[in-house]
């Protein structure tokens, strides 16, 4: 099993982004794919999830809409798209699969997901 996130850098306030997160070895189309992240001193905090049966979104309410999930079951990848980037998006950004839609929506932390990638690093300055 693995989850490759990958696109993350450092841009300046204003910037955008779009994440991704390349999965294998497991049944990506039944997945709910999460991300999340983790700033510097701060716990892990659910960022947005999409539902596998139908790509029902969710999304943290402190984005204020500047974030889209996406996905594409034939290449097995998520995306997380990031605009109007602010220094408080600094973080390290996971991607996580679990069958379960709920745990994905209501884990504010992720505990439970099945599965987790290793981060890509997202550095917004100001």
């Known amino acids: 099993v693995q989850l490759q996130a990958s696109g993350g850098g450092l841009l300046q306030t204003g910037g955008s982004l779009r994440l991704s997160c390349a999965a294998s070895g497991f049944n990506f189309r039944e997945s709910s794919i999460g991300w999340f992240r983790q700033a510097p001193g701060k716990e892990r905090e659910r960022v947005a999830c999409?539902?596998?049966?139908?790509?029902?979104?969710s999304y943290a309410d402190s984005l204020e809409g500047r974030f889209t999930i996406s996905r594409d079951n034939f290449k097995s990848t998520a995306y997380l798209q990031m605009n109007s980037l602010k220094p408080e998006d600094t973080a390290v950004y996971y991607c996580?699969?679990?069958?379960?839609?709920?745990?994905?929506?209501?884990?504010?932390?992720?505990?439970?997901?099945?599965?987790w990638g290793q981060g890509t690093q997202v550095t917004v300055s100001s």
């Open positions: 999409i539902r596998a049966s139908d790509n029902t979104t």
């Open positions: 996580a699969a679990d069958t379960l839609w709920r745990l994905c929506r209501t884990s504010t932390k992720g505990h439970g997901m099945d599965y």
